[in-house]
């Protein structure tokens, strides 16, 4: 069987290297860097009237700071040659895994077909993913299709429908992000776009295993190797029920109860990511400069959707919840 992306195809573009990278620095420029006239105006709303996020806060409210995000990625693709596609191929997919995995779960609940139409809006996924998931299908049939599509990419994405028999939505989402981490890993790729992803593996790591110690599991997760945490560390911490052998893998100077808190141990370890692709970016290479300004705009993205969706609480608590 041909083996087939999971990205659009669009028409190519010709542009060199060096001129979308310096488009891209000059966007990055005109991002503000303080965010408390965010988090102290009386209208988080029209605080960001000057912004690019305004217009599709505007038409489509909270939500529509994440169309803004799909909007930005399907641009910067589309204005990418050949050969930068092929380089940022999986951070484009691994973006799209997660609006599929978003679609899944609401189509193992819900047929509404027009919402999932919304959800693929300026979506990167092939034509061919987004219409199965469009098809109006039973939802055993939509796993089927879609295993055998996923197939032609990677074969490690068999048994879709099985694995949902046995574990449910929850269950199908962890086989799907693991079985995406391991085709990715598996690829020669530039030594940035290889560190992001292993980095990425730690935080897929770590929260799994701060949720199953959240949550008292009896059953010791499943690591996904490839991150640059050994599996011995996250063994060490199921077995002791505390994460600080990781924390201190990581040399993150934190206090303990972030280690017990998992919505502050995934700001820490987003904020890590931060600092590491910020210092790549200082070498100023074209994928160290186009993979910071991919993440600066995701970053920007969830702070602001954190904000809009917590404008009730006192300031301090939101900023505590900031990727920095």
Request: hydrophobic content about 40%; overall charge positive; glycine content about 4%.
């Amino acid at each position: 069987m041909r083996k087939q992306g999971l990205l659009k195809s669009l028409h190519e573009c010709e542009y060199p290297a060096e001129y979308l990278v310096a488009r891209l620095l000059g966007k990055k420029g005109a991002l503000f860097s303080n965010w408390e006239f965010l988090m102290t105006g009386s209208d988080a709303l029209e605080s960001l009237h000057d912004t690019p996020f305004y217009p599709y806060l505007k038409k489509y409210a909270a939500p529509g700071i994440w169309r803004f995000l799909r909007h930005e990625y399907y641009w910067v693709y589309s204005k990418m040659n050949p050969f930068l596609r092929k380089i940022f191929s999986p951070y484009f997919i691994f973006h799209e895994i997660n609006i599929l995995i978003i679609c899944l779960r609401y189509l193992s609940r819900n047929k509404d077909i027009e919402r999932i139409r919304q959800e693929l809006h300026n979506s990167l996924l092939h034509d061919d993913i987004q219409a199965i998931l469009t098809g109006n299908l039973e939802f055993t049939a939509i796993l089927s299709q879609l295993e055998l599509r996923l197939n032609t990419y990677s074969d490690l994405f068999k048994g879709l429908a099985e694995l949902y028999e046995k574990k449910g939505i929850t269950g199908l989402e962890i086989f799907i992000r693991d079985c995406f981490f391991h085709s990715i890993l598996a690829q020669k790729q530039p030594d940035q776009m290889q560190t992001f992803f292993r980095h990425m593996v730690d935080l897929h790591n770590s929260m799994s295993l701060a949720k199953n110690l959240r949550w008292q599991s009896e059953v010791e997760p499943t690591i996904t190797p490839g991150g640059t945490i050994p599996a011995e560390r996250f063994k060490r911490a199921y077995f002791r029920k505390d994460l600080s052998p990781v924390i201190k893998f990581l040399r993150l100077q934190v206090p303990a109860e972030v280690a017990s808190d998992m919505q502050k141990l995934e700001i820490t370890l987003l904020s890590l990511i931060t600092q590491k692709l910020k210092s790549r970016s200082l070498q100023r290479t074209v994928v160290g400069d186009i993979l910071f300004y991919l993440w600066e705009q995701y970053r920007y993205t969830r702070n602001i959707s954190m904000v809009l969706n917590t404008t009730l609480l006192d300031d301090e608590p939101v900023r505590e919840n900031l990727v920095a």
